[in-house]
Structures are given as C-alpha cells and as structure tokens.
C-alpha cells in the first residue's frame, strides 16, 4: 500500500518554517515505519552551509521512542567530508538521533507520546527540545478517509472483532489475550486470527523469550485460532465486511506493558468506522481519547479497565468486561448496542470534523512556537563555533566555506582540497 506520508512532513515543514520565519531542516525515517537510524533522513536535500546554519527538525512520530536502542545503534557517518571535519573537533559528534551537529545548540524532536520517559531521557540528553503532537491522529485522517462515506448494513456473527497479528516487543500482551479469551471460552466469540511464528522474528512464540514471562500463553493458541495472514500494512486500511459482522472491536495497541500513552491508527479505525470499541492500551487510554473530545462507553459496560496500572491486571479486567458482554441477553444485547452505536457515530462525526483536525493542528503549532521560542534563549553551539573559527585560519577553507552561499562555486576539485586541509590541521 502506498502512502504518501512525505505528504505530512512537508506540512510540518511548512508549519515550522511558518513559525521560525525562515527554512528549517526536516528529518524524518524512509521508508515510512522504519527503525534503521540510516533512514532517518532530510525530507528535501540541503547544501552543507545549509545543514549548519539552520534549525534541525527531527520527527519520531509515527513509532514509540526508544533512547536506549538509539544509543547503542548510531548512524554511521559515510560522507567523507563530514568524517573530516568529525575528525577535526576531536570528538564524536554522533549522539543518539541527534547525529548532525551544527551552529545550534539544540534541535527540535517531534514525537507522539505524552507521560513518557523516553522523553525524558532526550531532554536530560540536553540536545534536543520535544515537541509533542498526536502524529497519529492527523495519519488516520488521511488513511481512512473513506469510511466517512461507508454505510454499515450489520450481519453480526460474532460479538467481537480482534486483529492480532505481531506480537514482538511491546506487542508480547497480545498472546497472554488469546490465552484468556480460551479460558473464558470466548474463542468462539470473536472474530480473529493468532500468529503462531512471529511474521518480524520468525520465530515460533514457544521459543520465544519473553521480556514479561507473565505474558507467556499457558495454552496451545494455535488450536483455538486460525493463522493470521494480515500483511503489516493492514492497520492502515479497513476491511468494512468484518464491521459489518461483529459488534465491537477489541483495540490491540502496540504499548501496553509500558507507562507511556502512545495511540496509533489502530484506536482511530474503529472511531473513523463507526465502531464501539473496547481499548487494550495502557492504562488512562480512554481518558486520552476523551480529552480529545471522543466518548467512550463506561456507561454501557465496564471501563474500569483503562483506571488499572497493573498491566496484568488490566489485561484481566478487559477479558472479565468482553465475558460481562458476551454473556447478554439477546433483549439487553439489542438495547446495549444500540446505546453504544449511538456513541460510535458520535465519535465518527467528531473525528471527520473540522474541529477535530484543528484542535491536532493547533496543538502542533502551540508546541512547535514554544520550542522555536526556547531555541532562541540558547547560545550557539561552542563546539561547532570552535571548528569553524579553526577552518577560516586556513584561506583555502574559508574560501571553501564562502562559495557554500553559492552553490553554483562548489565543486569536487575544491571540496577533496578541503579534505585534505583538514586532515592537516589534526
């Protein structure tokens, strides 16, 4: 599936240039979901004047932030000219995502994560300001843009509709779930699939070493599911046969076992849809979707759930909730779902409307001005001041450096003589 969402990038590129009142440097991963350090890239190429004379944009937002794995996998700098001049401050200016340091002190780290200590981590790092935003939504608007003008005709077969595909990393929970539906006897239930050999890993979930032993199954899930066969762009469209054949969809998250509220597309289908739905996500979830303006159903059956910090213990209670649900009679079936419907297309409306999406932009401008705002309080970067004094000693440099303004004046000849200049001055 092709999405274009360089599309999305270029509108924060614009918001940001809008708000400095010049050009800045957008960095985002390609292809798109990526976790490859080497593809975090500029979404436009720049000269190298450029590249250290403006303000750096890094976006982070479509995945969960991950300092540790970032410190340990750097990217690798391939561009002789900027291994030189690496090689002239005396130090390794790779940090982290902060791989490019120019005359800023800081740069900028768009992501979509609230309650987070990952952000923390970033700030403590003291190289980059966060900017938070939810990335997520503005996605969603865009790939499911068309279930605005789908008319559900309901044939329910099965009260619950779940899309469990991987189960790698944060995604471990989703096993421990089918255990439970199992135990419940709630299998027959629902509407969906388990991978028994992670699609990502390749591996079969009984070889598999968990990170939370607790999330384990105790029971052979292949024997009571059949195999998804979901490609891993499946999340950024919907099939409207499968609403149309159950009643509420059961929300798989990608965080679960974590502090951090991160939501992605998945917890807007079943909004864009027209879907009740039941949120395994971690706990204040549902009071996150509320606060953008969404209602949830705590009125209809049991959401206490979203209140549990255990996350053990919340992955009970949402099974206990689905097994409340299944266990309804047909009467009180027919008068709950129509209360809950009632709520879905409330959601529906809200997140196709104008005052949704302006709410998401706002709050990305509101946060991008306070960041350009606090970059201008802090001096320029001393390391990056010191090399170019250093480079301007040298005449050939500094007519290097000057003919950068005019990148008509910048050719291969000039820029291996500056290579080599450089190396001289170690």
């Given at each position: ?5 360089d ?19 957008i ?15 500029q979404?436009?190429?720049h000269?190298?004047?450029?590249d ?6 890094w976006?982070h ?13 750097l990217r ?17 200016t790779?940090t ?11 740069g900028i ?12 981590k970033?700030?403590d790092?003291g ?9 997520h939504?503005?996605i969603?608007?865009?790939?499911f843009?068309?279930?605005q003008h789908v ?5 329910v077969?099965?009260p619950f509709?779940?899309?469990n595909?991987a189960?790698?990393?944060t ?11 199992i135990?419940?006897?709630?299998h ?8 028994p050999?992670?699609?990502e ?8 070493q968990f ?9 052979v ?6 195999t ?10 919907f099939?409207?046969e499968d609403y149309?054949?159950?009643?509420i ?7 679960f076992?974590?502090?951090?509220l991160h939501?992605?597309e998945?917890?807007l289908?079943?909004i ?17 979707l509320r ?10 059956w049991?959401e206490?759930?979203?209140?549990c910090a255990?996350?053990?213990e919340?992955?009970v ?13 047909p009467?009180i079936?027919?008068?709950?779902m129509?209360?809950?419907?009632a709520?879905?297309?409330h959601?529906?409306?809200h ?6 999406f302006?709410?998401v932009?706002k709050?990305?401008?509101t946060?991008?001005t306070e960041?350009f ?9 001393q390391k990056?001041i010191k090399l ?9 440099l ?7 303004e005019?990148?008509?004046g910048?050719?291969?000849s ?6 080599l ?6």
């Open positions: 599936m092709n999405i274009p969402l599309r999305l990038y270029q509108f924060i590129e614009n918001t940001a240039e809008k708000i400095y009142g010049d050009r800045v440097i960095y985002r991963f390609f292809p798109h979901g990526s976790k490859n350090i080497q593809d975090l890239n979404i436009r190429h000269t190298w004047f450029e250290n004379t403006r303000p750096n944009v976006c937002d479509q995945e969960p932030l991950d300092h540790n794995y970032y410190s340990q996998h690798v700098l391939n561009g002789k000219f900027s291994q030189a001049l690496m090689q002239a401050t005396g130090e390794n790779v982290n995502l902060n791989y490019n340091t120019n005359m800023f002190a800081k780290l768009v992501h979509s994560e609230q309650r987070s200590d990952q952000v923390e970033y700030q790092q190289e980059l300001i966060p900017v938070y935003y939810w990335s939504a503005v969603a608007r865009d790939w843009r068309y279930a008319e559900q005709r309901k044939q077969a099965r509709l779940i899309y595909r189960w790698s990393g995604r471990e929970y989703r096993l421990k779930l089918a255990d439970h539906l135990r419940l006897g709630l027959n239930q629902c509407q969906t699939t388990v991978n050999i992670e699609p890993l390749g591996q079969h979930y009984t070889l598999h990170k939370n032993s607790a999330w384990r199954p105790r029971t899930l292949e024997n009571f599911f059949p998804s066969t979901a490609h891993s762009s499946y999340s950024a469209d099939d409207i149309e054949a159950t009643d969809e059961v929300v798989l998250e990608t965080l076992d974590d502090g951090r939501l992605t998945k917890s289908r079943p864009a849809c027209g879907q009740p739905f039941i949120l395994a996500g971690t706990t204040g979830s549902l009071a996150y606060s953008y303006g969404f209602k949830t159903f705590g009125m209809i049991d206490r759930y979203d209140e255990d996350p053990e919340r992955l209670k949402i099974a206990n909730s689905m097994k409340q649900i299944a266990d309804w009679s009467w079936r027919e008068q709950k129509a209360e809950a419907q709520v879905a297309e959601n529906r409306r997140f196709f409307s104008k005052e949704f302006d709410l932009v709050e990305l401008n946060n991008l960041a705002d606090m970059l201008k309080t802090f001096p320029a970067n990056w170019a004094h250093a480079l301007l000693t040298v005449p050939e500094k007519n290097l450096i000057d003919c950068m005019n990148p008509n910048l050719t291969v000039n820029i291996e003589k500056a290579l200049l450089t190396k001289d001055m170690q």
